[in-house]
């Protein structure tokens, strides 16, 4: 079990020695600032690479563990571990995060050195996350998420920047203190914090929850994770927390703070309570398909630029909750490959919007116009990322919704037709922002002497651009690494009455060809054997 090094720690806490280094710093060198910064990113997602050598395709489980007794009373460790799921994400970070150091290059230019710790001190705490199987240190991470990201948009973000930090905290917390009365349950009930122990103590019925009260501690992580996600209606933080944050800012909450609420879905509410997340499925598609249609519908006709693109989020993660809550595994590995799809999408998106931001200082649409005659590689770079998050064939949006709606019609056909309504409004949306921006004639004397993507932003772009075309070409390298991860998922969230069915039906006499085998329809399961 032990046998993984410590590169998972390397991991974690590689930034947060590069962060220290920068604290440390005396003077106002920006340049060597930004460069130690950009050296330390770079590193870590070099490291993270080891991650694909270190998970090989087929392995179930988790891998590269590191176990260490950190506090005795209450028994506290120090577990980490990784599976293909959590191994994409965490990629997924450290690949966006030297994506913000460059990108905030010359847009930063007070504070600069407490912005940078900043952004590598978040890296940590989302990494932490991802590679915690302690649930009490997975808690201590997603707590230390919060405070280099309020502040980044605090201090750093636009005119409403305070009161958007103080949303982002104050949704936040509330959804994490229902978790925390959660965690401290299962404590009492377990006598460990260990998630892998609680998870094998459930298959063999060492713990055996009642109904109501595994309803009850469902709910408890549910509506914590549903914020962070964040699922309709808890979605109200995200457009102001997205238009006051800097650009760095919002390619981080975009890219992969949203997508720590469907990680702890898939993680912890599925395998530790499967029977309350059955009966709560049907509830949960609802609230999530309102969301992808409600959040197309408002990013339709939406003026800020880039209000648009934060309601397009609250869309797109409607798929994934959908996809999880399918109960399908075809839907779970779509749901994981959208995960990852949407962060790069979303977040180029992002940056394409804060560019226009840097040279106009505005969001708002009506304000640009024939940007395309000024402007047309960034233009260009535009439309292939908007059509990446519509969904066209061959890019990374097209795999993950595809796989989504090909699940959720197994479970249930109407679902999956409300929520291909998302898919047709986000092309409407997308495509006529970007007539109105880029298309027609110059509104604005003052666009026509903008200037083109530089030699910095070009790099950029075209680095997205390659990842969004390759995960759209070679989706298989991903979803042949995460298969065996979902389908543990999709094992662990089996309903009790299913398995001690199963023990009945192996234990009838006289039964040549005995078959298991359930179907889902319209929420209500049921058991058929012959």
């Known amino acids: 079990m032990l046998s993984g090094g410590h590169l998972l720690s390397v991991l974690i806490f590689f930034p947060a020695v590069g962060a220290l280094a920068l604290m440390m710093l005396r003077g106002d060198d920006h340049k060597f600032i930004r460069s130690i910064a950009m050296l330390v990113a770079v590193a870590e997602f070099l490291f993270s690479l080891l991650l694909l050598r270190g998970v090989p395709i087929g392995s179930s489980g988790y891998r590269l563990e590191e176990f260490a007794k950190w506090i005795p009373a209450p028994p506290i460790h120090y577990h980490l571990g990784v599976d293909g799921i959590s191994m994409f994400l965490v990629l997924l970070t450290t690949f966006l995060t030297p994506i913000s150091v460059l990108a905030s290059w010359s847009s930063i230019r007070h504070r600069v050195k407490e912005f940078f710790v900043m952004m590598l001190l978040l890296e940590v705490g989302v990494v932490g996350v991802f590679l915690s199987l302690d649930l009490f240190l997975f808690f201590l991470f997603w707590e230390m998420v919060l405070i280099p990201m309020a502040f980044v948009i605090g201090i750093w ?205 505005t969001f708002e649409i009506g304000e640009f116009g024939g940007l395309s005659t000024p402007m047309p590689k960034l233009a260009a770079f535009f439309l292939f990322v908007a059509l990446s998050s519509l969904g066209l064939p061959m890019l990374n949006g097209f795999v993950g919704e595809f796989l989504i709606l090909l699940g959720t019609y197994q479970r249930h056909w109407g679902w999956a037709a409300w929520a291909a309504l998302g898919v047709i409004l986000s092309a409407c949306y997308l495509l006529w922002s970007y007539q109105r921006v880029f298309f027609g004639d110059v509104t604005r004397e003052k666009n026509r002497a903008l200037s083109d993507v530089s030699l910095r932003e070009n790099w950029i772009l075209a680095t997205m651009a390659v990842v969004i075309l390759w995960m759209g070409i070679g989706s298989p390298f991903i979803t042949r690494r995460t298969a065996a991860a979902t389908q543990t998922v999709m094992d662990q969230a089996e309903p009790q009455w299913a398995y001690e069915a199963a023990a009945r039906v192996s234990a009838m006499p006289h039964a040549k060809t005995v078959s298991l085998h359930v179907t889902q329809t319209m929420g209500v399961e049921k058991l058929g054997v012959r």
């Not at 009492?188 to 060492?206: K, R, V, Y």
């Not at 469902?218 to 962070?228: D, N, Q, Y």
């Not at 409600?294 to 309601?311: D, E, F, I, R, T």
Request: proline content about 4%; some cysteine.
């Open 157 to 361: 973000g636009h005119e409403r920047r305070v009161y958007a930090a103080v949303k982002f905290v104050l949704y936040t917390m509330a959804g994490s203190i229902l978790m925390l009365v959660g965690i401290i349950w299962l404590y009492n009930a377990t006598g460990t914090f260990d998630l892998p122990t609680i998870q094998q103590m459930l298959a063999n019925g060492q713990l055996v929850l009642e109904p109501r009260t595994e309803m009850l501690l469902f709910l408890a992580f549910f509506v914590a994770f549903a914020i962070k996600v964040p699922v309709f209606p808890l979605h109200t933080w995200l457009p102001d927390a997205h238009v006051e944050a800097p650009t760095a800012g919002s390619v981080m909450l975009a890219g992969v703070l949203l997508k720590l609420g469907t990680y702890g879905m898939i993680r912890f509410c599925l395998p530790l309570f499967p029977d309350a997340s059955h009966r709560a499925a049907r509830w949960v598609a609802v609230l999530a398909i309102i969301g992808i249609i409600y959040g197309a519908l408002v990013s339709m006709v939406q003026p800020n630029l880039k209000k648009l693109v934060a309601y397009s989020s609250v869309s797109h993660l409607g798929f994934v909750v959908l996809g999880i809550f399918a109960f399908q595994r075809i839907s779970m590995q779509g749901a994981v490959f959208q995960m990852l799809a949407h962060g790069v999408s979303t977040g180029a998106l992002f940056l394409l919007v804060g560019m226009l931001y840097d040279r106009r200082h």
